[in-house]
Nanobody
Framework: QVQLVESGGGLVQPGGSLRLSCAAS????????MGWYRQTPGNQREFIAY???????LYADSVKGRFTISRDNAKSTVYLEMNMLKPEDTAVYYC????????????WGQGTLVTVSS
């Protein structure tokens, strides 16, 4: 089973930008769905975005136009570019994957904390 490791979290001011990375332990060419969720204390994990191996992407309304997901299959890495960050974007961000859309999400990373604060 693939293992996922996120990086790139940290403290950023409102309006700022941050890029998260998710490195997979093996090739992601055959992993159909790679995506991101986030979670705040006391709440369920929330879907953010996913990218299909064929190139299609899907975003939650709350991040549409501000966040961009991309996948570099050659590097087995998925990225989440976050712009115009707001305090309500503060959360632990989790990378995940699914063999197919039916199985998604089935494998999770350990998470990386993003804090948006002045």
């Amino acid at each position: 089973q693939v293992q996922l490791v996120e990086s790139g979290g940290g403290l950023v001011q409102p309006g700022g930008s941050l890029r998260l990375s998710c490195a997979a332990s093996r090739s992601i060419y055959l992993i159909n769905v790679m995506g991101w969720y986030r979670q705040t204390p006391g709440n369920q994990r929330e879907f953010i975005a996913y990218a299909l191996s064929g190139g299609d992407t899907l975003y939650a309304d709350s991040v549409k136009g501000r966040f961009t997901i991309s996948r570099d299959n050659a590097k087995s890495t998925v990225y989440l570019e976050m712009n115009m960050l707001k305090p309500e974007d503060t959360a632990v961000y989790y990378c995940n994957s699914g063999r197919t859309i039916v199985h998604y999400p089935e494998v999770w990373g350990q998470g990386t904390l993003v804090t948006v604060s002045s």
